[in-house]
Each structure stands twice: as C-alpha cells, then as structure tokens.
C-alpha cells in the first residue's frame, strides 16, 4: 500500500478511535450523554468521508487539489488515541479532563488533516458534496468550548 493510503487509513483510525472515546464518555457522564454520542457520530461520519476518499484515491479519482502536499505525522496522533484510551481504562477522570481530552483530540493533527482535504477547491460533485457536510457543521472545537462554557467548566 502506498504512503497516502496508509496515511488515510491511520486517519481511519484515529477517527474510530476517537469515537470509541466518546462514547465510553457518553457512558460515564450522562450529563454530557447526547453531547459526547453526537461527536461520535461526528467522527463516524468522518470515517466515512475518509472512506470515500481512500476509495477514489485507489481508482485515481480524488483530484490533486484535494491531496495535501505535507501530510502531517498522523501516527503521532494514533499513538495519543492508544495512550487517552489506555487512561480512561485505568483511572477515573472528571467531565472536564474529558472535555480537556476531546478538545485535544479534536486539534489533532488527525482532525487538521481531515480539514485540510475537505477545505480545498475541487469541481468533483462527490468531494463537494462530502465537503459541504463539513461546512455546514461547527467545529468541533468549537463545539467543545461552546458546552464547556454552557456547563459552566
């Protein structure tokens, strides 16, 4: 497997991990239940739009503007979902440490990756189209700050 599709599937990874993350908090704090389930589903959706993009990569379809010319180290952030999931196993945290930890996942470089795909210029009506769901959402640091405030942390 070449290194862009190796890359986008560690990008899969970090994703699914992420949401495995969050649910595991929508678990242990259901004050913060629907808020933690609709970031997994977020990142899901993610996978899923990595999936595409994996897809039209491996038939030569995904157009060049949409490639990064640096992709980032996304192992780095592989490694920090393994060692966040490692935690969460063995201690207790507070719903402001996993507030803390989703804002940190969501800065990755993983996310700023995912970001940079879908924000750049293409003609190619799938990839617009996957684009625009991104658009059309808030941030999800964003997100995190704005409940954070809203709870008061």
Same mark, same amino acid.
């Given at each position: 497997?070449?290194?862009?599709?190796?890359? &986008? $599937?560690?990008?899969?990874?970090?994703?699914?991990?992420?949401?495995?993350?969050?649910?595991? =908090?929508?678990?242990? =704090?259901?004050?913060?239940?629907? =808020?933690?389930?609709?970031?997994?589903? !977020?990142?899901?959706?993610?996978?899923?739009?990595?999936?595409?993009?994996?897809?039209?990569?491996?038939?030569?379809?995904?157009?060049?503007?949409?490639?990064?010319?640096?992709?980032?180290?996304?192992?780095?952030?592989? !490694?920090?979902?393994?060692?966040?999931?490692?935690? &969460? !196993?063995?201690? $207790?945290?507070?719903?402001?440490?996993?507030?803390?930890?989703?804002?940190?996942?969501?800065?990755?470089?993983? $996310?700023?990756?995912?970001?940079?795909?879908?924000?750049?210029?293409? !003609?190619?009506?799938?990839?617009?189209?996957?684009?625009?769901?991104?658009?059309?959402?808030?941030?999800?640091?964003?997100?995190?700050?704005?409940?954070?405030?809203?709870?008061?942390?």
């Amino acid at each position: 497997m070449e290194e862009l599709s190796k890359r &986008i $599937e560690a990008c899969i990874a970090v994703e699914r991990a992420s949401a495995e993350i969050y649910n595991n =908090f929508s678990n242990k =704090f259901p004050k913060a239940r629907l =808020f933690f389930q609709e970031l997994s589903k !977020d990142e899901e959706s993610h996978v899923t739009l990595l999936m595409v993009g994996k897809a039209y990569h491996k038939v030569g379809k995904l157009p060049d503007n949409v490639v990064p010319s640096s992709l980032p180290d996304i192992y780095v952030t592989l !490694d920090l979902t393994e060692k966040i999931k490692q935690k &969460i !196993d063995s201690e $207790e945290i507070s719903l402001k440490e996993a507030l803390d930890i989703a804002s940190l996942l969501e800065n990755s470089m993983a $996310e700023s990756y995912l970001q940079e795909i879908m924000m750049k210029q293409t !003609d190619d009506k799938v990839i617009a189209n996957l684009k625009k769901m991104l658009i059309d959402e808030i941030s999800h640091s964003e997100k995190i700050k704005d409940f954070m405030e809203n709870m008061g942390l």
